[in-house]
């Protein structure tokens, strides 16, 4: 490898997904749908999987969170790039930063297992900083030692370490059509519509140093709009909501009375649905992360991941890898 080959090596984009479930993960500890079932039993087709998170570096010493989900303990036990080095100091780490793409608990939860006094940064938009503010229990992360930076709605940002050193992640962060978190729900409000088009929810534009092909990753959006299309248009790779492929399958599978919409979810399938808005757009590869555990398309065998394939789809696993 000559010297060029070996920059281009360091600066390349690596991307690692950690969790590929929605919220609850894959099986639920709760759930006796058929899915769950045949997940926990070991079906073949039909592989476990933990619950919403992405890693990305780009020199395999320095990597960035995206969300850090309940399972993240499990997660860092499975993924060596993410536990202190063979000569690292007795306390240490190689993630150095969490940026958070909204306040839901399968994206900040992990945050209360990272509270070793052991330093990174947390970055997310000014409204989930907000909600990590009034939760005290989040002051298990003294801010002294895990500073919390605001990732503006618009713009790209180098993503820093706690002492401010570059990662050579870049992120762009923008708004998506989304919801507010759960907890945050106000249900004195009973006809209240809690989607969010003001950055409560965020998709984010991930890119090395090289400045070569950008990721998005969207684990949350409830609508594809022009303004978002176009934003995608030429990426390299696209990561997107996969939470349901039928707006209504929670309530068909009986186990519950939202709506994809109402979670602020877009369904895969359908006319609105993320693989016929997405279908002309040019788009590296594009797959599904986020799956919820009534999502069909989690049985390898059914018809409805036959139809994500050959609609150009992939659907994530736990630990796939991404290089661009
Ligand atoms: C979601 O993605 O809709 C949330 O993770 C739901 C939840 O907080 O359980
Ligand atoms: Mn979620």
Same mark, same amino acid.
């Given at each position: 490898?000559?010297? =060029?080959?070996?920059?281009?090596?360091?600066?390349?984009?690596?991307?690692?997904?950690?969790?590929?479930?929605?919220?609850?993960?894959?099986?639920?500890?709760?759930?006796?749908? =058929?899915?769950?079932? /045949?997940?926990?039993?070991?079906?073949?087709?039909?592989?476990?999987?933990?619950?919403?998170?992405?890693?990305?570096?780009?020199?395999?010493?320095?990597?960035?969170?995206?969300?850090?989900?309940?399972?993240?303990?499990?997660?860092?036990?499975? @993924?060596?790039?993410?536990?202190?080095?063979? =000569?690292?100091?007795? =306390?240490? @780490?190689?993630?150095?930063?969490?940026?958070? @793409?909204?306040?839901?608990?399968?994206?900040?939860?992990?945050?209360?297992?990272?509270?070793?006094?052991?330093?990174?940064?947390?970055?997310?938009?000014?409204?989930?900083?907000?909600?990590?503010?009034?939760?005290?229990?989040?002051?298990?992360?003294?801010?002294?030692?895990?500073?919390?930076?605001?990732?503006?709605?618009?713009?790209?940002?180098?993503?820093?370490?706690?002492?401010?050193?570059?990662?050579?992640?870049?992120?762009?962060?923008?708004?998506?059509?989304?919801?507010? /978190?759960?907890?945050?729900?106000?249900?004195?409000?009973?006809?209240?519509?809690?989607?969010?088009?003001?950055?409560?929810?965020?998709?984010?534009?991930?890119?090395?140093?090289?400045?070569?092909?950008?990721?998005?990753?969207?684990?949350?959006?409830?609508?594809?709009?022009?303004?978002?299309?176009?934003?995608?248009?030429? /990426?390299?790779?696209?990561?997107?909501?996969?939470?349901?492929?039928?707006?209504?399958?929670?309530?068909?599978?009986?186990?519950?009375?939202?709506?994809?919409?109402?979670?602020?979810?877009?369904?895969?399938?359908?006319?609105?649905?993320?693989?016929?808005?997405?279908?002309?757009?040019?788009?590296?590869?594009?797959?599904?992360?986020?799956?919820?555990?009534?999502?069909?398309?989690?049985?390898?065998?059914?018809?409805?991941?036959?139809?994500?394939?050959?609609?150009?789809?992939?659907?994530?696993?736990?630990?796939?890898?991404?290089?661009?």
């Amino acid at each position: 490898m000559d010297d =060029r080959e070996r920059r281009e090596v360091e600066t390349a984009l690596r991307l690692r997904i950690l969790g590929s479930a929605a919220g609850g993960g894959f099986p639920q500890w709760n759930c006796n749908y =058929r899915l769950s079932r /045949a997940a926990r039993a070991g079906a073949a087709a039909i592989s476990q999987r933990t619950q919403s998170s992405l890693a990305a570096s780009v020199n395999g010493r320095d990597w960035v969170l995206f969300n850090a989900s309940p399972d993240i303990r499990q997660q860092i036990a499975q @993924t060596s790039e993410l536990q202190p080095g063979a =000569r690292a100091p007795l =306390r240490s @780490t190689p993630i150095r930063a969490v940026v958070l @793409t909204n306040g839901d608990v399968d994206h900040v939860a992990g945050l209360l297992s990272l509270r070793e006094r052991q330093p990174f940064a947390i970055y997310a938009a000014a409204q989930v900083l907000a909600a990590l503010q009034a939760n005290s229990i989040f002051n298990v992360l003294d801010p002294a030692i895990v500073p919390r930076r605001v990732l503006p709605p618009e713009g790209g940002l180098k993503i820093c370490d706690a002492n401010g050193r570059a990662t050579g992640v870049t992120v762009e962060g923008f708004t998506v059509p989304g919801k507010v /978190a759960l907890y945050l729900e106000d249900s004195t409000l009973p006809e209240a519509d809690f989607s969010s088009d003001k950055g409560d929810t965020i998709g984010v534009r991930i890119t090395g140093e090289n400045g070569g092909g950008s990721v998005f990753y969207i684990p949350g959006c409830a609508r594809i709009d022009a303004v978002l299309r176009s934003r995608l248009e030429g /990426a390299a790779c696209l990561l997107f909501d996969g939470t349901v492929y039928t707006d209504d399958e929670m309530i068909a599978a009986g186990v519950g009375e939202k709506t994809g919409a109402r979670m602020g979810h877009l369904a895969m399938s359908g006319e609105t649905g993320s693989i016929a808005k997405l279908a002309n757009a040019e788009i590296g590869r594009r797959i599904f992360i986020h799956i919820n555990n009534t999502n069909p398309v989690l049985d390898e065998n059914s018809p409805e991941h036959a139809a994500v394939r050959a609609a150009g789809w992939e659907v994530a696993d736990d630990g796939m890898e991404i290089e661009l």
